[in-house]
């Protein structure tokens, strides 16, 4: 079964940093670009951050850039996302999502999401 | 305030046609393919159309897109109550170098 499981949520303070996880399982995740996207309560959704393949590719979001970063070890069928000087509204549900393509063209698999909530 | 402009809401009754509009700037639509995307709460996000008008597999062919300029459109025939969902558009954006989404229309069958 393809899947993906994100983990590392949790509840912690502005300023504070927290490491996000996604283990990929059911296909082989080095063929594909990764990416974060997050759901604030009550909001849309907003891409973070995206990888290509072989992490040649990096892109993010404005409103994280300098801040988060994204990586991936593919021996590990894995993606992270460090987030740094959290604030307030990066409190969301944050997803990983697998590419379709190499680089970036669509999500086609999306895990259930982990929850991290900014607060003092 | 999203880079993408969909309409909050849209309705309509079983085995009607219902279209969702989203609208762009040269940046994203002009210059790139349209996704959209079901949502359904507590769940995972699911990919419904690909680079403007393909479907994955497994998605039914009652679901369609389209584009035209800075615009895209996703419609869906034959309304169904398991299509109510929130839908939103995505379309990567060259001056900003990432992907950007549309504020989500929450589709509601009556």
């Given amino acids: ?120 | 305030q999203s880079v993408l402009t969909q309409p909050p809401s849209a309705s309509g009754t079983p085995g009607q046609r219902v279209t969702i509009s989203c609208s762009g700037s040269s940046s994203n639509i002009g210059s790139n393919t349209v996704n959209w995307y079901q949502h359904l709460p507590g769940t995972a996000p699911k990919l419904l159309i690909y680079s403007n008008n393909h479907r994955p597999s497994g998605v039914p062919d009652r679901f369609s897109g389209s584009k035209s300029g800075t615009s895209a459109s996703l419609a869906i025939s034959g309304l169904q109550s398991e299509d109510e969902a929130d839908y939103y558009c995505a379309a990567w954006d060259d001056s900003l170098n990432g992907w950007v989404f549309g504020g989500g229309t929450k589709l509601t069958v009556l």
């Fill in chain 1, 1 to 120: 079964e393809v899947q993906l499981v994100e983990s590392g949520g949790g509840l912690v303070q502005p300023g504070r940093s927290l490491r996000l996880s996604c283990a990929a399982s059911g296909f082989t995740s080095d063929d594909y670009a990764m990416h974060w996207v997050r759901q604030a309560p009550g909001k849309g959704l907003e891409w973070v951050s995206g990888i290509s393949w072989n992490s040649g590719s990096i892109a993010y979001a404005d409103s994280v850039k300098g801040r988060f970063t994204i990586s991936r070890d593919n021996a590990k069928n894995s993606l992270y996302l460090q987030m740094n000087s959290l604030r307030a509204e990066d409190t969301a549900l944050y997803y990983c999502a697998k590419d379709i393509s190499a680089w970036t063209q669509a999500f086609d698999i999306w895990g259930q999401g982990t929850m991290v909530t900014v607060s003092s």
